[in-house]
């Protein structure tokens, strides 16, 4: 019945696929990849280049604005329909492209930034970890939702601007078991990186762990 009613369709050019596809392998290739992978010092890695503990940084694809991109990542969040199956593929498939470059050597554990429990009840799950998932499936890399937790149920970082992107992340997090993470490398992974505060918040918790290194992978970075 749900099939009859409500066809699977591929988020970007709506052409209906199987059901164990979530995009269309043409659009898949056609999404903008931002070859970050290989490039040191890139638009990603110049908003933590400050931080003394910062490694490396990346995103799989550009992000803009009424994009196909914004529709797939719409897609994997939000909605009656929402398909967070779809933050898992692209992280695939962006490991695997990633694993042509030496991105990932060397990085210990990945990290996805944590959603406040209230949030997590409401959505039903964490897109972040359905990313890591794809991750650590291609790449070996353990996954650990345990360390970093979110204590504060902060507004919708999509919702903010400019220096409230920062204002609304701080001191929301915290570490469990700090000393698990020393002299760690960790991947800090989330969906979209813009002005990069979130990713900031976790580093400021991470920071006092003695020799432990922090990079940051997200699916799509804005421009």
């Given at each position: 019945m749900k099939d009859l009613f409500f066809p699977k369709t591929c988020p970007i050019c709506g052409h209906q696929i199987e059901e164990n596809e979530v995009i269309c392998s043409d659009c898949m290739h056609q999404?903008?990849?931002?070859?970050?992978?290989?490039?040191?010092?890139?638009?990603?890695?110049?908003?933590?280049?400050?931080?003394?503990?910062?490694?490396?940084?990346?995103?799989?694809?550009?992000?803009?604005?009424?994009?196909?991109?914004?529709?797939?990542?719409?897609?994997?969040?939000?909605?009656?329909?929402?398909?967070?199956?779809?933050?898992?593929?692209?992280?695939?498939?962006?490991?695997?492209?990633?694993?042509?470059?030496?991105?990932?050597?060397?990085?210990?554990?990945?990290?996805?930034?944590?959603?406040?429990?209230?949030?997590?009840?409401?959505?039903?799950?964490?897109?972040?970890?359905?990313?890591?998932?794809?991750?650590?499936?291609?790449?070996?890399?353990p996954m650990d939702t345990t360390h970093l937790t979110r204590t504060h149920n902060n507004a919708h970082q999509a919702r903010t601007t400019g220096r409230k992107r920062t204002e609304n992340v701080k001191d929301i997090f915290t570490v469990n078991h700090p000393e698990e993470l020393y002299n760690k490398h960790v991947l800090i992974v989330d969906d979209i990186i813009t002005t990069g505060a979130t990713m900031l918040a976790c580093m400021d918790v991470l920071r006092p762990i003695r020799k432990c290194r922090y990079s940051v992978f997200g699916i799509g970075k804005t421009r």
């Open positions: 999404l903008p990849r931002t070859e970050q992978a290989e490039q040191r010092d890139n638009v990603t890695e110049a908003l933590f280049c400050h931080e003394p503990k910062f490694e490396r940084g990346a995103a799989f694809l550009f992000f803009l604005k009424d994009s196909p991109v914004q529709h797939v990542v719409h897609k994997m969040k939000y909605g009656l329909f929402a398909d967070p199956k779809i933050g898992y593929v692209l992280a695939k498939e962006a490991a695997c492209e990633f694993m042509q470059s030496d991105f990932f050597e060397g990085i210990d554990l990945l990290i996805p930034v944590p959603l406040h429990p209230k949030r997590y009840r409401e959505r039903g799950f964490n897109q972040a970890e359905w990313i890591g998932k794809g991750i650590s499936e291609i790449t070996g890399i």
